[in-house]
């Protein structure tokens, strides 16, 4: 089979799979805040030396940027940030009690929204209020996402001194008729002037998003992309695939499916990035990331100890996860939870000391199986079916047309992903999500795979 009947076979809906089961298909009514907080305690005692993860959700924008699918609130008012700040700090403390100790925080991680949206006062103020009265470990690492239009040098300056390293700046694109339709603004100058200070102050690690498929792109824009953004060697590339998923996201409406470069005309956007970053020395690690060796992602993915979760890839592995903030979600490996979306009754909630938490999933011992499968093959590649298990043959049922079609390797109870099969991972992992299988959607729910 050619490469591209592969690509028109295989771009259809499909998880991006930061969890298993995807929250689509959480058992929200099997599911209670006391089993949730019994699990937290069960996953931080069997992992007290490795610490926690924090997120963070700062959901403010001044501007809605049309393609995004994340969870915001546009405002230009700034006199949202301190009580937002304060309900955050309030949440942090009130998973003291569930932990029974000082939390062992690991790694934080700012993202939104625009963080950078809050003042850098502000942001010191958030930081400090997390981090007292906690033990940050040695190895702790902070990182958080700026907009390189107001990102500044003080921004900056601030974070270092409050222990960040790494930066991630969203940029999707420099094409100034895609910038203009996404509505996301900033200048090449500016994405340089952030980096250079920030690597001036002392950031060991500054990543770059960009996206493809995004409106009006071309092969010409995304080239000319590329080549600016490898003039400036960020060590980290996300290069993520547009989600077109209008029915969730509104602001998508502002352009429509004709403007979007589709099947073969997408994946060559991608084919020509992934090229040239190839040329200029960047691996690809997992799922559309690229990292410079000598990168910590990089050794990570090297030493097979690369980890992902609801933030991401990231070289740290914890088993907790906790979300802080309106639409974050909590990870305690055996179990998810989320908290809700509008910032009115996040901020009601805390005022009154409830968990803003809205919904969840505890996994079974199957879920947990697919879990690790999942996950080994978005980090490693590779995974180990369960031996004697009858889960295993259906498994291999449903890979059949990948290995025959050199997507997938077979070796004993080990499968491995081919270079071939890297670009259908999420078609590749979505022979294991049972969920899934047993209840396909009516409607689509999930952006298209390629």
């Not at 963070?56 to 940027?65: A, D, G, K, V």
């Not at 625009?114 to 958030?126: A, E, G, V, Y």
């Amino acid at each position: 089979m050619t490469p591209s009947t592969l690509l028109k076979k295989y771009n259809v809906a499909a998880p991006r799979y930061t969890s298993y089961p995807t929250v689509p298909y959480w058992d929200s009514q099997q599911w209670s805040q006391d089993q949730w907080f019994h699990t937290i305690r069960k996953s931080y005692n069997e992992s007290r030396n490795h610490g926690l993860s924090l997120y963070i959700h700062l959901p403010f924008c001044e501007n809605l940027c049309t393609y995004c699918g994340c969870t915001t609130r546009i405002t230009k008012n700034h006199q949202v940030e301190e009580p937002y700040i304060d309900a955050v700090i309030k949440e942090w403390r009130m998973y003291y009690h569930v932990l029974g100790d000082k939390p062992r925080i690991r790694e934080i991680h700012l993202g939104g929204g625009t963080p950078t949206f809050f003042s850098p006062k502000n942001l010191k103020k958030l930081i400090k209020g997390i981090t007292h009265d906690a033990v940050l470990l040695p190895d702790a690492d902070f990182s958080f996402e700026g907009h390189p239009a107001n990102t500044t040098r003080s921004h900056l300056q601030t974070l270092y001194d409050c222990g960040f390293r790494r930066l991630s700046l969203g940029i999707q694109d420099f094409d100034p008729l895609v910038q203009k339709i996404i509505n996301r603004m900033q200048s090449v100058e500016q994405v340089k002037q952030v980096t250079d200070a920030a690597r001036q102050i002392g950031y060991s690690s500054i990543n770059y998003d960009l996206i493809y498929g995004l409106p009006l792109q071309t092969l010409s824009s995304v080239s000319s992309t590329i080549k600016e953004v490898i003039k400036l060697m960020p060590e980290r590339i996300a290069y993520y695939s547009y989600a077109h998923v209008p029915w969730l996201k509104p602001g998508q409406r502002s352009f429509t499916e004709a403007d979007l470069p589709v099947d073969e005309e997408k994946r060559s956007l991608y084919e020509r990035g992934r090229t040239m970053l190839f040329d200029a020395g960047y691996k690809d690690i997992g799922m559309d990331h690229f990292s410079l060796p000598g990168d910590s992602l990089m050794k990570a993915s090297e030493s097979g100890k690369l980890h992902r979760n609801f933030m991401g890839y990231t070289h740290q592995y914890t088993k907790l996860s906790i979300g802080l903030g309106i639409s974050s979600i909590s990870d305690s490996w055996y179990g998810f939870a989320q908290n809700v979306k509008s910032v009115e009754t996040y901020l009601q909630n805390i005022t009154e000391g409830i968990f803003p938490l809205v919904k969840g999933h505890i996994l079974t011992a199957r879920d947990l199986i697919i879990r690790k499968i999942i996950l080994d093959i978005m980090c490693l590649g590779k995974a180990c079916l369960p031996k004697d298990d009858p889960l295993t043959l259906d498994f291999i049922a449903r890979l059949r047309p990948f290995i025959d079609e050199g997507l997938v390797l077979l070796n004993d109870h080990q499968i491995i992903v081919t270079d071939l099969g890297k670009a259908f991972v999420r078609n590749i992992c979505m022979c294991f999500d049972e969920k899934l299988l047993s209840s396909v959607p009516q409607s689509q729910i999930f952006s298209t795979a390629i």
